[in-house]
């Protein structure tokens, strides 16, 4: 227990000096900044000046960053049970808001208006935003499934959403990154983007090889005569149930074993459809 505890408290301590030395940075470049001596030296070497403590603030600010990430990521080592995808974005994000803090106080020790490229960055990043909304959506959706993770790499789910046209796609979960999440099943890959997964229903731990299909009945069709209908196509192997409902018609999805030939339930529909 003490050899864990120990690198971990080291770095918070070098962690701490970092910041300490990076505070005492901004505030002599601030107070040297309103100092008459500093004012009645040239021009240009003011600049070194100013220059200089702005290049060490920098440096001292990347190592801040990286020193914390370090630290994090040791504590994370200590438990294994610690996912490494949250880790993953945890890292990105720290990197994120920590190299923004350090560069913008940076600008402002070079006496750089900030707030004239944060408005002309504004601007650009609509514009930017409304191009790339899709990415945008499915990077978002990608920290979702990072955060809530409604299903484990390995685990084999059904997912099923409008934007699929009511296709419910299913395999084995192999990948899950930014952007896509990755099933397997019979040696296909199917590529879902990130923001159709997070909209779908999950279904985890279905049946592995099952074929689904769906099937649109009026409402004059007794669900229970069309699934008495089906069980004797299949042999009492088909599996039935209503997944939604429509104006004039609701949906049945008909679940058969893999070796059975969807054919069966094609010939199984036209017959009960003839009979009605």
Same mark, same amino acid.
């Given at each position: 227990?003490?050899? !864990? ?13 970092? /910041?300490?030395? %990076? ?12 100092? $008459?001596? /500093?004012?009645?030296?040239?021009? %240009? ?14 440096? &001292?600010?990347?190592?801040?960053? *990286?020193? %914390? ?6 504590? =994370?080592?200590?438990?294994? !049970?610690?996912?490494?995808? &949250? /880790? ?8 994120? &808001? !920590?190299?923004?803090?350090? +560069? #913008? ?30 990415? +945008?959506?499915? +990077?978002?959706?990608? %920290? #979702? ?8 790499? !390995? ?18 979960? &192999? ?18 983007? *990130? ?21 649109? /009945?009026?409402?004059?069709? =007794? ?31 008909? $679940? ?21």
């Amino acid at each position: 227990m003490r050899e !864990g505890v120990r690198p971990a408290s080291a770095g918070w301590r070098r962690f701490m000096m970092y /910041l300490v030395l %990076l505070v005492a940075l901004a505030v002599a470049a601030y107070l040297g900044r309103e100092s $008459e001596r /500093l004012q009645s030296l040239p021009s %240009l070497d003011r600049q070194i000046i100013e220059w200089g403590i702005a290049v060490v603030w920098f440096v &001292v600010g990347a190592l801040v960053v *990286n020193q %914390l990430r370090r630290t994090v990521n040791a504590m =994370a080592a200590r438990h294994p !049970g610690a996912d490494i995808r &949250v /880790l993953s974005v945890v890292n990105r994000a720290l990197s994120a &808001v !920590g190299y923004a803090f350090v +560069l #913008v106080v940076g600008l402002n020790l070079l006496q750089v208006r900030v707030g004239s490229i944060l408005v002309g960055g504004a601007v650009t990043g609509v514009i930017v935003g409304v191009g790339a909304q899709s990415t +945008l959506a499915n +990077l978002i959706a990608g %920290l #979702v499934l990072f955060a809530v993770r409604p299903f484990q790499l !390995g685990e084999y789910v059904s997912f099923r959403t409008y934007l699929f046209g009511g296709v419910e796609y299913s395999g084995t979960v &192999v990948d899950v990154n930014w952007y896509h999440t990755v099933l397997e099943e019979g040696g296909v890959r199917r590529v879902l983007p *990130n923001a159709s997964v997070v909209s779908s229903a999950i279904t985890v731990g279905a049946r592995e090889g099952n074929k689904l299909c769906t099937v649109p /009945l009026p409402y004059a069709v =007794a669900f229970r005569d069309f699934e008495a209908r089906m069980g004797e196509a299949t042999g009492g192997r088909a599996t039935l149930a209503i997944k939604e409902f429509a104006t004039d018609t609701y949906t049945v999805q008909v $679940e058969i074993p893999a070796e059975m030939d969807l054919e069966v339930v094609r010939e199984a529909i036209a017959a009960f459809r003839a009979g009605t």
